[in-house]
């Protein structure tokens, strides 16, 4: 497969920084298949104000291995925004784009035309489809001597049904 690229940026969670700006890194990413994870040079990160919150070991392409911080942040790539892990690269390092952030926005890698595709939507294969009804479960709570019951319905909604 050819390279595919795509412009990213990066930034922190929190909609404003000290000075009231949002900071980020900007650039054109590697799309890279084979990372799970976002990786851009430690000082960019940096300069964004994205903070390390741990350490991890990764497998280098080579096969070496290799402990890096990373951090978590906001991912934005083609009109679409995600949050999660960045790995603070050496400085200098040619930023990479994981297959985490592109499948979590439902974009694949379209290896024949070297292009990103959006699916028509994102799977949930582990939750079975049901038509909402009324009422779906019944639950109840425990709260000391009180006790709540009530329904959760099909849309997740809590309806208290009395008081015991």
Do not use: H
């Not at 392409?61 to 906001?74: N, P, Q, S, V």
């Not at 784009?97 to 028509?120: F, M, Q």
Request: hydrophobic letters at 35%; charged letters at 25%.
């Amino acid at each position: 497969m050819g390279l595919t690229y795509v412009t990213v940026k990066i930034s922190t969670l929190s909609e404003k920084t000290d000075t009231g700006q949002v900071e980020s890194y900007e650039d054109n990413f590697l799309v890279d298949t084979g990372a799970t994870d976002t990786v851009a040079p430690s000082d960019k990160l940096r300069e964004a104000g994205i903070k390390p919150v741990g350490r991890m070991v990764f497998e280098l392409t080579d096969g070496r291995l290799e402990e890096y911080e990373y951090g978590l942040a906001r991912i934005e790539f083609m009109g679409e925004i995600t949050a999660g892990r960045v790995v603070f690269g050496p400085p200098g390092c040619e930023p990479l784009l994981g297959v985490t952030a592109l499948e979590s926005v439902g974009i694949l890698v379209d290896p024949v035309n070297k292009t990103l595709k959006r699916l028509p939507a994102i799977p949930l294969k582990g939750i079975k489809a049901f038509r909402p009804s009324r009422s779906c479960c019944k639950i109840t709570l425990y709260n000391g001597n009180q006790q709540e019951t009530g329904v959760v319905t099909g849309w997740g909604l809590f309806t208290l049904r009395g008081r015991r």
